[in-house]
């Protein structure tokens, strides 16, 4: 797997993948980042890449349901993937758009940005641009079964519903309720049957029940299986 041979003779050494993916409130983003920081690897969230796209496509002011996967690609055009200290960004134009891509607007609108079938293709290839460069940790949607199918480690987060929409309400900072959590675990489980072609384990992936873990906890798992594989 390792590509070409360097001046010096040796086969350069081929950058480590670690694959995370799982359910809707998984934990798949924040996990991978930690794991990212504690291996000393870049963090690529491949749903950042989506929501990029669909903040440029707002910035034209189009209407929703107006749009084409020609109009997205098109918008999409200046969008760069950027590597930082622990992590790759999406830069529109330029500049960096954390706040912009988290906004009410582009969360009510990427999941039909994330439906088309070629800006999935342009989102999975500037994910593995990112990997060519640096060791990563990548997640996201068909990461270890579409994106990398040959990842050195394939991790796949699950938790009971009611679990992650409890952890959906922390996230937000949202006081609990039995009301607001019982809502939460409706809206988790219809993401879950909505998703559901999209969210397969590969065949060789690490499922992890974190239901009864703590972030550290299911953190250090998955640190020490990608120590084990890249030793």
């Known amino acids: 797997m390792a590509g070409g041979v360097s001046h ?15 359910p809707a409130a998984s934990g798949k983003s924040s996990t991978a980042q930690m794991v990212a920081e504690k291996l000393g690897y870049l963090h690529v969230d491949s749903g950042s890449l989506y929501r990029a796209a669909t903040a440029a496509i707002l910035r034209r002011h ?31 134009e330029g500049r960096a758009i954390e706040d912009e891509i988290r906004g009410t607007e582009v969360t009510e609108n990427v999941s039909r940005v994330a439906q ?13 641009e990112a990997a060519r460069s640096a060791d990563v940790v990548v997640d996201g949607r068909d990461i270890g079964t579409v994106v990398f199918p040959d990842a050195d480690l394939k991790i796949f987060l699950v938790a009971d519903p009611r679990e992650r929409a409890a952890r959906r309400l922390r996230q937000r900072g949202t006081p609990s309720s039995q009301m607001l959590l019982d809502d939460e675990t409706i809206r988790i489980t219809e993401r879950d049957a909505r998703d559901a072609g999209q969210t397969v384990p590969a065949a060789d992936a690490v499922i992890i029940d974190t239901t009864g873990l703590t972030q550290q906890e299911q953190v250090e798992q998955i640190v020490t299986l990608a120590k084990a594989g890249s030793g």
């Open 8 to 22: 010096s003779g040796a086969a350069p050494r081929r950058k480590f993948v670690i694959a995370i993916d799982g």
């Open 62 to 92: 189009m209407g929703s349901s107006k749009w084409t996967e020609q109009d997205v690609l098109d918008a999409a055009r200046p969008i760069e993937l950027r590597a930082a200290r622990t992590s790759f960004y999406p830069a529109l």
């Open 116 to 128: 088309m079938p070629r800006v999935r293709e342009w989102v999975d290839e500037r994910v593995r």
